[in-house]
């Protein structure tokens, strides 16, 4: 099956001193296109960091992550930071996004990054807010969203480059049970149509088992879970 994300023998630790702690050892995984994979682990266990490396936001000690078959870590930084633009998008727990923006403007933010005219920028920023049902949302700033609702904003500001892959960390940690499975509902409707990759790290068990493939992180090191039926 074709890979579209992939990590080869990745392992992190951190040194205070003396100290040595690993997070990760020997992590190998892959994610193909329109593929949605969930890793449960517990607190610390470093799922939050094993993202971050699949997103070319932390360096491993040791290890490889190719995107398309190109590795992260061979980049200049300009080219990393473009291809985690154009095909990566970040989701996370508490959403970040900026206060004195509306939710058009935050939405629209990557798109100006990286150097759309503002008035297309606007355009597909307001689409995809449709998309997700905040069409009447548009000019509201974060603090007059509801939880739900600033997620939704930051879902939209996810995919509005059409990304390839989407990394979300706790997507779903800060809502109430509802509100959790409306966004997954709305993650997995938009990877339909988009064909969008999902990697989701969580705690979250009933988030997990929507999804294709589910794996376990625990003592550094990866296992597989479940696999759906179509992968198998």
Known sequence: ?????ACRHISKHYHDGENNTQVLNDVSFSVSPGEQVAILGSSGS?????????GGLDKPSQG?????GQSLFGMKASELSRLRNRHMGFIYQFHHLLAEFSALENVA?????GGMKESEAIT????M???VGLQHRLSHKP????????QRVAIARALVTRPSVVLADEPTGNLDHKTGLQVYNLLKSLSEQLNTSFVVVTHDNALADKMDRVLTLQDGQLSLVRE?????
């Open 64 to 68: 490889e992550v190719e995107f398309q």
């Open 1 to 5: 099956m074709e890979q579209l994300l």
């Open 129 to 131: 807010l449709e998309h």
């Open 109 to 113: 933010m990557p798109l100006l990054i």
């Open 46 to 54: 470093g799922k939050s960091t094993l993202l971050h490396i699949l």
């Open 143 to 150: 603090s007059e969203l509801s939880g739900g609702e600033r």
């Open 124 to 127: 597909q920023a307001k689409s």
């Open 228 to 232: 759906g039926s179509e992968l198998s």
